[in-house]
């Protein structure tokens, strides 16, 4: 593997590792672990005002982190979508690489069109993702850096191979043109040789 094309396959694998890790289902339910150190922590208090402030405090907590992350739901909505598509780009890098460009450049661009595609469409999913308020902001931020890292690179790899197939494809049908250009020279060399042999009536 190429330098660029190995750092291409790091890029895709770091974000399926994030795409993986921010799209974990998250549960509305408080585990009794939680609800045992709220008790708890009430139950130290003295003062009606300060066990007030206390459950203020825990409610913004509990409210804030219900606010963001798949639900089961949002996940099978759309988390599942997104992870196969980071797998799918992890794929598609190692499937362009391991193609033979001198004889395999078509496959290898298609496969380059591929991430290209998946880039542009987990981008979408992400920012439909902010609009529903499943991730944060900050999160897309990260997220989208992430894709748009591969996207970069994938589209810079597709410009380079795209010229040199442009090149090869040239050089082929340059090949083909002169053979047929051959075949017809010989074809009208026969036809006058044997015009010439033919008896005259």
Same mark, same amino acid.
């Given at each position: 593997?190429?330098?660029?094309?190995?750092?291409?396959?790091?890029?895709?694998?770091?974000?399926?590792?994030?795409?993986?890790?921010?799209?974990? *289902?998250?549960? &509305?339910?408080?585990?009794? !672990?939680?609800? $045992?150190?709220? *008790?708890?922590?009430?139950?130290?208090?003295? &003062?009606?005002?300060?066990? $007030?402030?206390?459950?203020?405090?825990? +409610?913004?907590?509990?409210?804030?982190?219900?606010?963001? %992350?798949? +639900?089961?739901?949002?996940?099978?909505?759309? %988390?599942? #979508?997104?992870?196969? *598509?980071?797998?799918?780009?992890?794929? #598609?890098?190692?499937?362009?690489?391991?193609?033979?460009?001198?004889?395999?450049? &078509?496959?290898?661009?298609?496969? *380059? #069109?591929?991430?290209? #595609?998946?880039?542009?469409?987990?981008?979408?999913?992400?920012?439909?993702?902010?609009?529903?308020?499943?991730?944060?902001?900050?999160?897309? %931020?990260?997220?989208?850096?992430?894709? +748009?890292?591969?996207?970069?690179?994938?589209?810079?790899?597709?410009?380079? &191979?795209? %010229?040199?197939?442009?090149?090869? !494809?040239?050089?082929?049908?340059?090949?083909?043109?002169?053979?047929?250009?051959?075949?017809?020279?010989?074809?009208?060399?026969?036809?006058?040789?044997?015009?010439?042999? !033919?008896?005259?009536?």
């Amino acid at each position: 593997m190429a330098e660029k094309e190995y750092l291409l396959g790091n890029r895709a694998r770091e974000l399926l590792r994030y795409t993986n890790q921010a799209t974990r *289902i998250v549960s &509305d339910d408080v585990s009794q !672990r939680d609800v $045992r150190a709220i *008790i708890k922590r009430i139950a130290e208090l003295d &003062d009606i005002r300060e066990v $007030r402030s206390v459950c203020s405090v825990v +409610t913004h907590q509990l409210d804030e982190k219900s606010n963001e %992350g798949f +639900t089961k739901s949002k996940f099978r909505l759309y %988390g599942e #979508d997104m992870r196969q *598509i980071a797998k799918n780009i992890v794929r #598609d890098v190692h499937s362009a690489n391991n193609k033979h460009f001198q004889t395999e450049y &078509d496959a290898r661009l298609k496969k *380059i #069109d591929d991430v290209l #595609d998946g880039c542009t469409l987990l981008l979408e999913y992400i920012q439909i993702c902010v609009e529903e308020h499943i991730i944060s902001v900050k999160k897309s %931020g990260v997220w989208t850096k992430k894709v +748009t890292d591969v996207k970069y690179m994938a589209a810079s790899w597709r410009k380079n &191979d795209g %010229g040199r197939a442009r090149k090869l !494809r040239e050089e082929a049908q340059a090949q083909a043109d002169k053979r047929q250009v051959e075949v017809v020279k010989a074809a009208i060399r026969q036809y006058n040789a044997e015009r010439q042999t !033919r008896p005259t009536q």
